[in-house]
């Protein structure tokens, strides 16, 4: 990784309303936090952690996500140049059978 000095108190503190937020570390909740920003974060939240992580890391991160919102999806294929369709959360919602919508 590189530089990952988040300081998780700048970041939104409705990012992390469940939780305590004394006790999240980047190193150890990387994959938490970086859902939590694409899904539910500021500009400043994705400025902050763009900035201190970088694009390659945040993509490596997401890839491995299985149920990022599909905006977010969009956002960070678009931005990393990686088609849809190597994310996991892509192929893992493709996987799911839907219900009938009446």
Same mark, same amino acid.
């Given at each position: 990784? +590189?530089?990952?000095?988040?300081?998780?108190?700048?970041?939104?503190?409705?990012?992390?309303?469940?939780?305590?937020? +004394?006790?999240?570390?980047?190193?150890?909740?990387?994959?938490?936090?970086?859902?939590?920003?694409?899904?539910?974060?500021?500009?400043?939240?994705?400025?902050?952690?763009?900035?201190?992580?970088?694009?390659? +890391?945040?993509?490596?991160?997401?890839?491995?996500?299985?149920?990022?919102?599909?905006?977010?999806?969009?956002?960070?294929?678009?931005?990393?140049?990686?088609?849809?369709?190597?994310?996991?959360?892509?192929?893992?919602?493709?996987?799911?059978?839907?219900?009938?919508?009446?």
């Amino acid at each position: 990784m +590189e530089n990952t000095n988040i300081d998780i108190k700048q970041l939104s503190p409705h990012l992390f309303w469940d939780v305590n937020a +004394e006790t999240i570390s980047f190193e150890k909740h990387s994959t938490y936090i970086v859902k939590r920003v694409l899904d539910y974060g500021l500009i400043k939240d994705w400025d902050l952690l763009y900035r201190n992580v970088g694009i390659q +890391e945040i993509t490596k991160i997401a890839l491995t996500i299985k149920d990022l919102d599909p905006r977010s999806l969009s956002f960070i294929s678009m931005l990393s140049k990686i088609p849809k369709e190597k994310f996991r959360c892509y192929t893992f919602q493709q996987s799911i059978p839907q219900h009938w919508n009446f």
